[in-house]
C-alpha cells in the first residue's frame, strides 16, 4: 500500500494557486498537489493525469511543499561560474597587458598568458582552461596570414631575380 499523501496543511493554498495560475507550469504544480490530497489519486496517476514523468510529479510537490513555486523565480537556474578560478573582473586585470600588445599589433602567445594567469592563480592551470578563459573574453584564435606583415614583396622580387638557377641533376 502506498503512503498517505503529505502536505494537507497546504492544500488550500494549492487550491488558490489552480485558480489564479498564469502559465501551465504554476497550473501543473497546484495540481501535483492537490490531485493527491483532494481526490486520492495515485502518484502514477497524478502523473498521468498533469502530463508529467512521476519523477517529475514528485518534485513539483515537493517544491511546492518546501514554498517554492514554478513562477517565483526563486529557485537558482543551473549554470554560471560556481567554480571559477578567478572573477570576470581580475580575469580582464590579467589580460590586459596583452589586450594593449594586440592592440599594437603584437602576436599572443597562449604560453605566455598560461603563466601570467598560473601566477595569478597561484598553482598550475589547463591549458584548456587558458584557452576557455580567451574565449570568454571574446578573443579567438586566429590562422596566420599567408604573408608576414613586415614583408616587402619588391625585394623578395628582387632576390628570386637575381637568385642563381638551379642545375638539374
Not at 494537507?8 to 504544480?29: G, H, P
Not at 481526490?39 to 512521476?54: F, M, P, Q, W, Y
Amino acid at each position: 500500500m502506498a503512503r498517505p499523501a503529505r502536505g494537507a496543511e497546504v492544500l488550500e493554498m494549492a487550491q488558490e494557486m489552480i485558480l489564479r495560475a498564469k502559465t501551465i507550469d504554476e497550473l501543473r504544480q497546484a495540481q501535483a498537489v492537490v490531485l493527491p490530497l483532494a481526490h486520492g489519486l495515485s502518484l502514477d496517476e497524478t502523473a498521468k493525469a498533469i502530463g508529467r514523468s512521476v519523477t517529475w510529479t514528485c518534485r513539483l510537490r515537493n517544491r511546492f511543499l518546501a514554498g517554492e513555486t514554478v513562477g517565483d523565480g526563486q529557485r537558482q537556474r543551473p549554470g554560471g561560474r560556481r567554480r571559477q578560478n578567478l572573477s570576470l573582473e581580475r580575469e580582464s586585470e590579467v589580460l590586459a597587458p596583452f589586450l594593449e600588445r594586440a592592440r599594437d599589433g603584437g602576436i599572443l602567445v597562449v604560453a605566455q598568458i598560461k603563466v601570467e594567469l598560473e601566477g595569478a592563480l597561484g598553482r598550475r592551470m589547463a591549458l584548456s582552461s587558458v584557452y576557455n578563459l580567451l574565449h570568454r573574453h571574446g578573443w579567438r584564435k586566429l590562422a596566420p596570414d599567408k604573408r608576414h606583415p613586415k614583408s616587402d614583396p619588391d625585394a623578395q622580387e628582387a632576390w628570386k631575380k637575381n637568385s642563381p638557377k638551379r642545375l638539374p641533376r
